[in-house]
Nanobody, 115 residues
């Protein structure tokens, strides 16, 4: 069974950090581009950051540049999103996505940034 399972979300204060994980099972992420999306309440799902199968990263959301870093560990079949200096506008459900021969989605993990 193919699955992407996100973890690491939670409630933090502005300026704090979180590290999200996305563990894949049922397929190998080796040949997949891996992406993190987020969806804030009342807003469309937004593509935040991408890492290619070769490890090239692209931040697609200007608001996270310099603060969010995506990485991958193909041996662990896992992708990470390191989020630093979190802001209230980062509050959203964060989704992991695998794009390749097929497209897979995780169920999402809630990140809430509030004082």
């Amino acid at each position: 069974q193919v699955r992407l399972v996100e973890s690491g979300g939670g409630l933090v204060q502005p300026g704090e950090s979180l590290r999200l994980s996305c563990a894949a099972s049922g397929f190998s992420i080796y040949s997949y581009a891996m992406k993190w999306y987020r969806q804030a309440p009342g807003k469309k799902r937004e593509l935040v950051v991408v890492i290619s199968s070769g490890g090239v990263t692209t931040n697609l959301a200007d608001s996270v540049k310099g603060r969010f870093t995506i990485s991958r560990d193909d041996a662990k079949n896992t992708v990470y999103l390191q989020m630093n200096n979190l802001k209230p506008d980062d509050t959203a459900v964060y989704y992991c996505n695998a794009a390749g021969w097929n497209t897979y989605w995780g169920q999402g993990t809630q990140v809430t940034v509030s004082s």
